[in-house]
């Protein structure tokens, strides 16, 4: 990002965190957002998918993860409060200034979901021959 608003690169992807502010404040361009839908917070700026790459979708999350001896009840309570907190109006609104958009799912639907991210990215770094150096 420094780079882009120094003029030493010309086009960068970024996340939502980084970029928000500088599109908002008129110091970058956005041409289009990663994920499956546009965002609520830059609507305006098309997918990937719409602008002319069908089926694109590379989307950044965060997630809060532990230790497999957890017990199940110390994930559940853990899992209740995460929620209730992200889900507080002021929590919520601080995080969409910053163009992060909450999204909350069980501790299982995130396991799934980390998993199939794994799926995916190793069939593309397989696919596209990229090695460790």
Same mark, same amino acid.
């Given at each position: 990002?420094?780079?882009?608003?120094?003029?030493? !690169?010309?086009? %960068?992807?970024?996340?939502?965190?980084?970029?928000?502010?500088?599109?908002? $404040?008129?110091?970058? &361009?956005? /041409?289009?957002?990663?994920?499956?839908?546009?965002?609520?917070?830059?609507?305006?700026?098309?997918?990937?998918?719409?602008?002319?790459?069908?089926?694109?979708?590379?989307?950044?999350?965060?997630? !809060?993860?532990? %230790?497999?001896?957890?017990?199940?009840?110390?994930?559940?309570?853990?899992? $209740?409060?995460?929620? &209730?907190? /992200?889900?507080?109006?002021?929590?919520?609104?601080?995080?969409?200034?910053?163009?992060?958009?909450?999204?909350?799912?069980?501790?299982?639907?995130?396991?799934?979901?980390?998993?199939?991210?794994?799926?995916?990215?190793?069939?593309?770094?397989?696919?596209?021959?990229?090695?460790?150096?």
């Amino acid at each position: 990002m420094m780079d882009l608003l120094a003029g030493q !690169v010309q086009l %960068v992807f970024s996340s939502a965190p980084t970029a928000v502010p500088q599109v908002k $404040a008129g110091k970058i &361009r956005g /041409l289009a957002v990663t994920t499956a839908s546009r965002s609520v917070v830059l609507p305006e700026l098309p997918t990937v998918a719409e602008a002319g790459l069908p089926g694109f979708e590379a989307d950044n999350w965060y997630g !809060v993860v532990t %230790v497999m001896k957890t017990p199940r009840p110390i994930i559940e309570r853990l899992h $209740a409060e995460i929620v &209730r907190a /992200l889900h507080m109006p002021d929590v919520k609104q601080l995080l969409l200034t910053q163009g992060l958009e909450v999204r909350t799912s069980t501790p299982q639907e995130f396991g799934a979901y980390m998993k199939s991210e794994y799926e995916k990215w190793a069939t593309v770094i397989r696919n596209a021959g990229i090695v460790a150096n």
